[in-house]
């Protein structure tokens, strides 16, 4: 038994050193004067302090090695004692001669090995008597070390087909037996040691067993080696042996082990082939085997063995890999009933990696690993467990790797209803996956049956569940997620307007249930695409082939309408006045006077009693000037209507700068040049006239409050202005008109109360260069202008 005391093995561990050293030393000096006798004499007591059972494996490993090192050297005196003479036969009887069992098997491996070498005997017999021979030590840790020592001087010695020790007929057999003799007892030997010394220390016994298991797992790797080893042999032979020892051993650490080995040292291509007899071990293995693991790995080598070569494929279906693993997968999830959530997903992941690899034409194999997914998954709502989410999140995200195609993901009945089992924040993460893989591939979504799967699919991101809507959300993943939205529904398109309106109507439906937060981000795209098919409708007659569903601007219009309504609930006046505008605009492209007009109905609605900001109000009141000056479609009543309105909301602004710049902006309205009809330039003089007096009245305010009567720059942009009618050649606008406003602005510029403004200086500077220039250009332009004198 190795007691707990560490500081105790430690001594027992340089003792054993020290002993081992002492004697290596005799044994030397019994070797430089070729003196075989005492050099076994040394040798045997230097190996002796190796039957130490004080030791952990740990430390009994440090102490082995010394030993080995020095076998080494003993090694190579034997063969010099050959060479000069001496019998290698006899010497193979002196070992034997070494008074304990345990040193005697260690020299008689050394001088095997020696044996071999000289070839005096078959090496088969050699191996033979040696394997068994080490049956006398029975000691686990002890037993284990040996047998270890023999696999590692007789590597290298096999009787193999090309090897120089290959004998007669059958002799890669008698390699293979060794080795699986070899193996066969070492696995005995590791086992036992579970069920050595108290309970209590189980745990410690457990953890030196998994630092000895590469001692075992070697005999394996050198089994792989063997050349002789063809698929025939390791079908028949080394398979079911190795399987048979994995299985009736029934112990849980060396299952997994010597599972995994198996997969890991032996070629793909035998796996492939041997494949029904490998799953048949895995439900014949404990309960408690880690066997979804191990299954996994298996998956993960046949794919990339798969993805290294297209001419492999035929291999795969000639022996319906895809049906055993999953009727394996079945058996293995319906016989461990206490097989976690997260294991039997990594199975059904392992499982579709291998299959997109293999069958990546064969959707019905894939929806049948989801379908079974599901099946498994039924009854226990959304997961919690965040091992199992993150395995969901890699089975489904598998699908878009593969195809770089959401379409493909669309056309798998049971593609949602894997992700229906994902708790809200991983839903939407997988969302987010869906429509990175969208913009990336720059897949065109073209159907409205494919936008109503796609949004069920990414519904995380469009609505709030009943369980999340109090919970607190981080501002700018949400603003994040909800552009990757409004750039999802920007791409939507299809050639056919009837099937782009349904592809709207689906989108409009989905979105309007978002909330009141996710509105301003979705109603805007969806509005600007409807705009894109309203402009490749221009023109259309209303109900156009006679049909109900036909789409028509009009109808289009009357969506949007009530789409832009919605964001009332929000409320955010300033973007639905808008997207008021900008429809208006397009209904103005239409020639539908009646819609543009209940657009600007609306957006004067939203202005008067919802824009309660002066800021808000200026930026308002210049898209409504901006918008209505470019209209062309109103009769002269309700083109009188709007104007007078937006004349009057340009007066009543707070500050009187602001009122100024909207009521001379104003003046556009009466005065288009595309249009003969609205040139009416009393009216643009009078609204320049209103504009003076309140920059005269802001200079008077200022003067009062300031002690300063502040910058002329409103007086230098009201003169623009003019100068801009003046060319235009609006009569009413007169040189003398121009000239007096000039005046004025040098005027005040000199006045003791003005506030120094370069910037004003600057702009009136240009302003009268650009009246020079004017002048100097000649022609009827240079006419005009040659009157103004400045």
Excluded at 31 to 46: E, I, T
Excluded at 298 to 321: D, G, K, T, W
Excluded at 439 to 463: C, H, P, Q, W
Excluded at 718 to 736: A, C, M
């Amino acid at each position: 038994m190795i007691p707990d005391g560490v500081e105790d093995e430690d001594k027992w561990l340089a003792a054993g050193i020290a002993g081992l050293q002492q004697n290596a030393f005799y044994m030397h000096r019994a070797l430089d004067s070729n003196n075989l006798r005492d050099a076994l004499k040394y040798s045997a007591q230097m190996l002796s302090e190796l039957r130490t059972s004080r030791l952990s494996p740990h430390k009994y490993y440090e102490l082995y090695m010394r030993a080995f090192d020095e076998l080494r050297k003993l090694e190579m005196f034997f063969k010099e004692e050959t060479r000069r003479g001496c019998s290698i036969i006899d010497l193979y009887e002196l070992v034997q001669h070494a008074g304990n069992i345990l040193p005697r098997l260690y020299l008689l491996c050394t001088v095997g090995s020696v044996y071999i070498k000289s070839k005096e005997a078959p090496a088969k017999d050699i191996l033979k008597d040696l394997v068994e021979m080490c049956r006398g030590i029975q000691h686990p840790v002890r037993g284990l070390f040996l047998r270890s020592y023999l696999s590692q001087v007789s590597r290298d010695k096999l009787p193999d087909i090309g090897s120089e020790y290959e004998g007669d007929a059958d002799t890669v057999m008698d390699a293979v037996e060794f080795v699986l003799q070899n193996f066969t007892e070492m696995n005995k030997l590791w086992v036992r040691m579970h069920h050595q010394g108290p309970a209590r220390e189980k745990e410690r016994r457990e953890k030196e067993r998994g630092e000895l298991r590469d001692l075992v797992g070697k005999n394996l790797h050198v089994l792989s080696q063997i050349e002789g080893v063809d698929l025939d042999m390791y079908r028949e032979t080394v398979l079911p042996r190795v399987l048979e020892q994995v299985v009736n051993c029934k112990d849980e650490l060396a299952q997994y082990y010597l599972m995994d080995c198996v997969i890991q040292v032996f070629p793909d291509e035998y796996h492939l082939q041997t494949l029904e007899i490998l799953l048949g071990a895995c439900p014949q293995l404990q309960a408690s085997v880690d066997i979804k693991t191990v299954l996994s790995r298996l998956m993960e080598r046949l794919s990339n063995y798969a993805a290294s070569s297209i001419e492999v494929l035929p291999e795969f279906l000639q022996v319906e890999a895809f049906a055993k693993l999953n009727n394996a997968i079945g058996k293995v999830i319906e016989a461990q009933v206490d097989m976690p959530i997260a294991g039997a997903v990594t199975l059904y992941s392992s499982l579709l990696t291998f299959t997109l690899n293999v069958h990546p034409d064969r959707l019905d194999y894939v929806n049948q690993i989801l379908g079974a997914c599901v099946k498994k998954l039924s009854g226990k709502g959304k997961l919690d467990d965040s091992r199992a989410t993150k395995q969901i999140v890699s089975l489904l995200s598998a699908p878009l790797e593969k195809y770089n195609d959401i379409e493909t993901a669309l056309k798998l009945s049971n593609y949602p209803r894997v992700m229906e089992h994902l708790d809200n924040g991983t839903n939407k993460v997988m969302a987010g996956v869906i429509i990175q893989s969208i913009m990336k591939n720059r897949t065109s979504i073209s159907t409205s049956d494919k936008v109503e799967a796609l949004f069920e699919l990414i519904t995380g991101l469009i609505k709030d569940s009943d369980e999340n809507v109090h919970d607190e959300v981080d501002e700018e993943d949400f603003n994040e997620e909800q552009n990757s939205v409004s750039r999802l529904i920007q791409m939507l398109y299809n050639d056919d307007p009837e099937e782009m309106l349904k592809i709207i109507c689906t989108v409009r439906k989905h979105i309007l249930t978002g909330g009141p937060k996710r509105l301003p981000f979705t109603v805007p795209p969806l509005i600007f695409n409807a705009l894109k098919l309203v402009r490749r409708l221009q023109g259309q007659e209303e109900n156009a082939g006679g049909e109900e569903v036909a789409p028509t601007p009009k109808k289009i219009f009357q969506i949007l309408n009530q789409t832009i309504e919605a964001l009332s609930s929000v409320p955010v006046p300033e973007l639905a006045l808008r997207l008021y505008l900008q429809c208006a605009e397009a209904a103005n492209d239409c020639d539908l006077e009646p819609v543009a007009y209940e657009f600007f109905t609306q957006a004067y609605i939203l202005y008067e009693e919802e824009v309660s900001d002066s800021r808000a109000q200026v930026t308002a009141i210049h898209l409504i000037i901006g918008t209505l000056q470019r209209m062309h479609v109103f009769g002269v009543e309700n083109r009188d209507t709007l104007t007078h309105k937006a004349t009057g909301y340009s007066a009543k602004l707070l500050k009187k700068p602001d009122q100024c710049r909207a009521v001379y902006a104003c003046s556009h309205l009466f005065w288009v040049d595309d249009s003969d009809s609205i040139k009416d330039g009393e009216r643009v003089l009078l609204c320049l006239k209103r504009a003076l007096r309140i920059a005269n009245a802001a200079q008077q305010m200022a003067n009062a409050t300031r002690g300063s009567s502040g910058s002329v720059s409103l007086f230098i942009e009201i003169l623009n202005k003019y100068l801009y009618f003046f060319e235009k050649g609006n009569s009413e606008i007169s040189v003398s008109s121009v000239e007096g406003l000039i005046e004025l602005i040098k005027t005040e510029m000199q006045s003791d109360n003005t506030t120094l403004d370069p910037a004003a200086d600057a702009f009136f500077a240009s302003t009268l260069r650009y009246i020079q220039f004017q002048k100097q250009k000649g022609g009827t332009v240079g006419e005009k202008y040659e009157p103004i004198k400045v």
